[in-house]
């Protein structure tokens, strides 16, 4: 299927590692131009040549999200470069662990500023050009919003809220038919998700624990996989999906673990 995003103009947060990585990949594969805004450099510079290097376009700009100034920078800089966007894609965030017995409440608003205002920033300040192309944001949220996780507060509130802006948003903007979703991941393997593993003792005991309650195929989901939702929520494609929650999780959220074990999978008896 062609989505129809060549030479889409696509500011990805967070675009060079782990998730936003998968996702700036999908998008130049299909002929898009992703932007990706990170604080991390290096890994930006290294991603934009090695794309560039097999003939895809695509340009980072440095921002410290958390910062206000460096979030209209990201547009600032893609507007002067590309005259326009066609797409945003809220991704960057960090499981920063501020709980409720052990953070505070300066603490738990720094979280809220990592994981959440950006995402509105960002959103407003894209908006004049988002109605010019008619076209989509993608806000990348997570289990934790359904599921909690203990300890977490600020993240756990900041990825709710993401999912009740994507509703939010998806209403406000059906009048410049700007289409909002959101994606939902469970477990994905990345550099965020590797330092949170870590945070155990026996990271490895915990890592089999939890592939053995990821319904299919007992694995993680990849980066590309999410990469290819947001590519087609963000096409043409999807033009009829709005304000939506795009569970990509192998089943891991809303499938009955309890009645999986009696089950016997073809996958695992390598049928
Ligand atoms: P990751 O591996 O840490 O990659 C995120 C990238 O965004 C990193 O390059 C990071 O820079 C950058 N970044 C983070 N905060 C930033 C900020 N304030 N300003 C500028 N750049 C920033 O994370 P990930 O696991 O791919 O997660 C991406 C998104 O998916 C997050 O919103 C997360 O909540 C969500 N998610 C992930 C999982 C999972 O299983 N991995 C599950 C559910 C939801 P540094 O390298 O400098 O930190």
Redesign the pocket.
């Known amino acids: 299927m062609d989505l129809g995003i060549d030479q889409k103009i696509v500011i990805v947060?967070?675009?060079?590692?782990?998730?936003?990585?998968?996702i700036t990949r999908v998008l130049a594969d299909e002929g898009a131009i992703p932007i990706i805004?990170?604080?991390?450099k290096q890994?930006?510079k290294d991603l934009v040549n090695e794309l560039s290097s097999q003939g895809q376009e695509s340009y980072f700009v440095e921002?410290?999200?958390?910062?206000k100034m460096?979030c209209i920078n990201v547009v600032r800089k893609t507007i002067a470069k590309y005259g326009r966007v066609d797409a945003l894609i809220?991704?960057?965030?960090?499981?920063d662990g501020i709980g409720l017995e052990a953070g505070n409440a300066d603490k738990f608003e720094k979280s809220l500023?990592?994981?959440l205002i950006?995402y509105y920033t960002l959103a407003h300040h894209c908006l004049p050009h988002l109605i010019e192309t008619q076209g989509a944001i993608v806000n990348?949220?997570?289990?934790?919003a359904m599921t909690g996780q203990g300890g977490t507060s600020g993240?756990a509130a900041?990825?709710g809220a993401q999912l009740a802006l994507t509703r939010e948003w998806a209403v406000e903007l059906l009048k410049y038919n700007i289409r909002v979703n959101a994606i939902?991941?469970?477990?994905?393997?990345?550099?965020?998700?590797?330092?949170?593993l870590d945070t155990f003792g026996n990271p490895d005991r915990v890592l089999s624990t939890i592939l053995e309650n990821i319904p299919l195929g007992n694995r993680?989901?990849t980066?590309s996989e999410?990469g290819s939702m947001a590519a087609y929520l963000i096409s043409n494609r999807a033009r009829h999906i709005t304000g939506q929650h795009l569970y990509v999780d192998g089943g891991y959220v809303h499938l009955d673990r309890s009645i999986l074990p009696l089950r016997t999978s073809p996958l695992k008896e390598g049928k």
Do not use: C, Q
């Open positions: 947060t967070g675009g060079s590692k782990g998730i936003g990585e998968g805004a990170s604080r991390s890994s930006g921002a410290e999200l958390s910062h460096d809220n991704n960057a965030g960090v499981n500023h990592k994981n950006h990348i949220s997570s289990k934790t993240y900041a990825k939902v991941p469970a477990e994905v393997m990345t550099p965020l998700y590797k330092k949170w993680m989901t980066p999410i």
